[in-house]
Structures are given as structure tokens and as C-alpha cells.
């Protein structure tokens, strides 16, 4: 197994090489990048400049009469302007050139800095993480205890008046787009316009940080609730009905029959043989499943609750071409995604020791 882990490992960097040139490729042929975003911002509020020139707010340079239409927006502007803002955005080197540069520093793991809020990237994201960790993790492991039990018990009694009742109640949660459940549970019960009983912005509460241990938890659970909820229920209702139609097919294959012909019991049966095949199938849609409502499930949930993470910092920086936050952002979900793949291989053998990845050819 540990030869298996190892060439996996040694597969990430050409996976993740790959993914890196393939979006710098594209971005550089996507209209609106960040010299025209400045551009824009210079004629609209007089205050990009200062920042990437060092004047004051509001004090602009009187235009020359050449003009630039290298840029949208850079009509009527001084040239020179423009030059210094390629220059601070490091838009005046070759585009082959800074992709060296950025995959330089991303052997260092250093992301390089955003154009716009001039922080470092990995500051930003280890500002944001806490809060998508929290939804992704608990959303995640509170839709695998909801679903798997259910969908075993379903496939247990499949065409009862349970698995027809459970089914619909499954359904109708599919169904719900996740942020108009979002809005419902804001407007019943976050002061929209019936109850507040529960905040609708953060994850604590002001000056919670001197509160004892125990009000901080009952805290952070007050703040994540709602949340939480949305994302569960628009995430179990696939795993419910996985679960239970892994179980289906193999309930009804031979060596069931056979160990119920040999009169083993029924929960023998059940989580002795089946469970541990059926599960295969589970484990190997995890990583998908935690990824998805880490990084992209949870960006409207953080939009309406008011939360900043990383789904929504990743939002804002497409918008605004910041090109270092989306590269960064990219890096971090890409490299997580590809290492919990490894785990759910990992997790394959610790499930049914029969499998052998180093039989492998």
C-alpha cells in the first residue's frame, strides 16, 4: 500500500501542473483583466490610482493627448498611466514570463499578494477557512449520519409504507433549491420577518472572545444552525438514495441468498457481508461530496448568511480579475481535492482489507 500511496503522491504534481497551465491559458484570452478593472476604477472614483501610484485619494494626473487602446477604458488617458499600472500589476513582463514567476512561488507555497487588497493570498485564505471548514465539515459528516442510516433502513424495508413516505420527504428536500431554503429559514426565523432567533451574519457573536469555553461552543452553534441546515438538506437526499440502492443490489445477489440459506442471522447478513460491499461505493463519492460543500455548495449559503469564506472571497476575486486570489484559491481546492482522493483510496482498504491496490497493474 505504501508504494501504491507514494506513486499517487507523485501523480498530484503533473495533475496539478496540468490545471495550473490549462486556467492561466484560458484567463489570459478572458476580456475585463485587472489592469482594465483598475482602468474602470480610475474613471469611475479617482482613487485606483493613489494606491497603485502612491498619489492622494482622489488626486489624478491631467491627460495627455496620446491615448491608449490597448485597454478598454484607457482611452483619453495618459499612456504613462497605464504603463505604471501594468507595472504594478506586473502586466508589463510576457505572459510566459509571469507564469514562471507564479509557478515559482508556488513551490515555496507562497500565492503572491492580491492585486486589489494588497494582502498576502495565504492571508486571506487562512482569514476565510474557518468559516468554509466549519460548514463543509459538519454540513458533511451530518449528511453521511442522516443518510446512511435511512438508506439502509429503506433498503431494508423497500416498498413499505416507510421507504414510500421516507422516499417523498427525500424528494421534496431535493427539489428545494438550496438558497430558497436559504431565504425561507432567513425569513421565518433570522429576522426577516417573522422571529430572530438566530444571527444572520458571522460565526460568533461581538466580544464572544472573552466569554468562557462553553459559551463560545453554544455560540458557534447558534451562528452556524441555519447554515448547516441548508446545506443538509439539499445534500442528503442523493447520498439517502445511494446508499439504499447500493444496499438493493447486493441484497439481491448469490452469496446473500447462500448466507441466508446457511441461516445466518439477518443482521449478520446485513453488516457482515453487505454493509462492507455496499459501503465501497459510499466511501468512493466522499472527497466529491466534502469538496463540493466545502469550496463551491456553500457560496450562496455565504452570500445570504453573511458569511465570508472561501467560496465567496473565490467569487469576488473572478470578478474583479484579481488573478492571484483566483490562482490561489485554484491551487488550494485542486491540491485538497486531489489528496482526499488519495484518502478515499486509503479509506477503500480500511473498509475490506481484500483490496489489494498493490495487485494492481
Known amino acids: 500500500m505504501s508504494a501504491y500511496l507514494l506513486r499517487r503522491l507523485l501523480l498530484v504534481i503533473p495533475t496539478l501542473l496540468g490545471i495550473i497551465i490549462i486556467n492561466f491559458a484560458v484567463i489570459q484570452f478572458a476580456p475585463g483583466g485587472p489592469v482594465e ?10 482613487q485606483t490610482l493613489g494606491r497603485i501610484t502612491g498619489e492622494g485619494p482622489g488626486e489624478t494626473r491631467a ?15 495618459d499612456p504613462a498611466i497605464v504603463r505604471e499600472i501594468e507595472r504594478a500589476f506586473g502586466f508589463d513582463k510576457p505572459a510566459h514570463v509571469r507564469f514562471f514567476e507564479m509557478l515559482r512561488g508556488y513551490l515555496t507555497f507562497d500565492l503572491g499578494r492580491s492585486l486589489f487588497s494588497d494582502r498576502s493570498v495565504w492571508a486571506l485564505l487562512w482569514d476565510k477557512l474557518p468559516v468554509s471548514i466549519s460548514l463543509g465539515l459538519w454540513s458533511t459528516l451530518i449528511i453521511y449520519v442522516i443518510s446512511i442510516p435511512l438508506g439502509i433502513l429503506k433498503a431494508v424495508h423497500d416498498g413499505t409504507r416507510f421507504d414510500v413516505w421516507s422516499s417523498a420527504a427525500v424528494l421534496v428536500g431535493y427539489a428545494i433549491p438550496g438558497f430558497l431554503f436559504a431565504i425561507l429559514l432567513v425569513v421565518l426565523f433570522a429576522g426577516g420577518t417573522y422571529l430572530q432567533w438566530f444571527p444572520l451574519r458571522g460565526l460568533a457573536s461581538a466580544g464572544s472572545e472573552n466569554w468562557s469555553l462553553g459559551w463560545r461552543m453554544l455560540d458557534y452553534a447558534w451562528h452556524i444552525a441555519l447554515p448547516t441546515l441548508v446545506l443538509v438538506i439539499g445534500g442528503f437526499a442523493a447520498l439517502t438514495m445511494l ?40 466511501i468512493s463519492g466522499f472527497p466529491a461530496a466534502f469538496i463540493g ?5 456553500a457560496l450562496l ?22 488573478y492571484p486570489v483566483m490562482f490561489g484559491t485554484l491551487y488550494l481546492f485542486t491540491l485538497i481535492g486531489l489528496l482526499m482522493q488519495i484518502v478515499s483510496d486509503f479509506t477503500y482498504t480500511l473498509v475490506d482489507p481484500r483490496i489489494d491496490f498493490e495487485g494492481r497493474r
Do not use: C, W
Open 301 to 322: 449559503v455565504e452570500i445570504i448568511f453573511s458569511l465570508d469564506g472561501l467560496g465567496l472571497l473565490g467569487f469576488e476575486a473572478a470578478l474583479r480579475r484579481d
Open 293 to 297: 460543500v466545502l469550496f463551491t455548495g
Open 243 to 282: 446508499t439504499k440502492n447500493a444496499f438493493l443490489d447486493e441484497i439481491g445477489k448469490q452469496y446473500v441468498l447462500t448466507a441466508r440459506a446457511k441461516g445466518a442471522a439477518e443482521s449478520r447478513v446485513m453488516f457482515g457481508h453487505v454493509f462492507r460491499n455496499a459501503m465501497l461505493l459510499i
Open 37 to 46: 478593472q483598475a482602468l474602470m476604477e480610475l474613471r469611475g472614483e479617482g
Open 63 to 77: 491627460p495627455s493627448t496620446g491615448e491608449s487602446g490597448a485597454y478598454r477604458g484607457a482611452r483619453g488617458l
